[in-house]
């Protein structure tokens, strides 16, 4: 089964202190690229997530999103800077002594410039229980991520296939097509040699002048190239897994084949048929973007 890499899972674990949930929704990318937002002072977890997302997730970009709510979840510490309050106080009593002030100072003067001197920390709670609670959310997320990228999986791969096998319809004609090709050529260049010789042909040298025309625009090679192509195309997606990659270079070469026909061709039937070719695999290419 081949697997897409867009998608969307949410998984949520709360206990009687705590409730979390964990969102995550993926799209192509060359790599595996995880990016997780979660609350700062639980940022330590990230690592951990990222290793359950790696287990299910080669290939796309994932994005993260952690909600954790509850009481108890950090302790609040206050850091005075006692040095910065001292000099603070000393200034205040400097002011009061120059300019000759009667009013003592209070208790209020002070808190009112302790906006510098004072921080206020923040730090998690040791909780295996949370850490737990987490680690399943994340797991029930991409869980159903998957689901949907597999979902999304089959439904590529029914239109990949079904443009697959019109590119080898178009294929077979051309192969049909092609042995007519030097015949039309040989009776046209026939034609215009008699109404200039009036009769007269050299037939060696018009078999001859047919012979490097046949060889020119022989496209078996490219035909067999393609067809070889399409069997690696089926096989891999057969096999499933991360084949996004494989599948690119295979549309690359069809191309590359597609167009030396319509070069080779000199024939307007053949090039329709490559145009109907070149159609379909645009859209398997446009497909391919997404496998994972």
Not at 221 to 248: C, P, T, W
Request: aromatic residues 6%; hydrophobic residues 40%.
């Amino acid at each position: 089964m081949i697997v897409s890499m867009t998608g969307f899972g949410r998984g949520k674990r709360e206990d009687e202190n705590v409730r979390i949930t964990v969102e995550m929704k993926s799209v192509n990318h060359r790599f595996c690229e995880i990016s997780i937002r979660i609350p700062r002072q639980w940022m330590m977890f990230e690592d951990k997530i990222k290793r359950v997302i790696t287990e299910h997730i080669a290939r796309g970009r994932v994005e993260v999103f952690v909600t954790i709510e509850g009481e108890q979840l950090v302790e609040r510490t206050l850091h005075v800077d006692w040095q910065l309050v001292d000099a603070y106080y000393r200034m205040l009593h400097d002011v009061r002594s120059r300019f000759h002030l009667k009013d003592d100072i209070s208790l209020r003067d002070v808190v009112h410039m302790l906006s510098d001197a004072v921080e206020m920390t923040e730090q998690p709670l040791q909780n295996d229980a949370l850490l737990s609670l987490l680690l399943e959310a994340a797991k029930e997320a991409v869980e159903q991520l998957k689901h949907m990228r597999e979902q999304e999986g089959k439904a590529l791969l029914a239109d990949m296939l079904a443009q697959l096998e019109a590119i080898e319809k178009s294929a077979r004609r051309i192969e049909q097509l092609a042995p007519t090709v030097v015949a039309s050529y040989r009776d046209r260049i026939h034609k215009r040699v008699h109404e200039f010789v009036q009769g007269i042909v050299d037939e060696q040298r018009l078999l001859t002048e047919v012979a490097l025309f046949a060889e020119k625009v022989d496209i078996h090679e490219e035909l067999k190239r393609i067809y070889s192509h399409i069997e690696q195309f089926r096989r891999i997606v057969s096999e499933g897994g991360a084949v996004g990659r494989k599948l690119d270079f295979l549309v690359q070469e069809l191309n590359r084949e597609m167009n030396t026909i319509g070069s080779k061709a000199n024939d307007g039937h053949i090039a329709s048929e490559v145009v109907n070719m070149k159609s379909a695999l645009e859209k398997i290419k446009e497909q391919v973007q997404n496998v994972e």
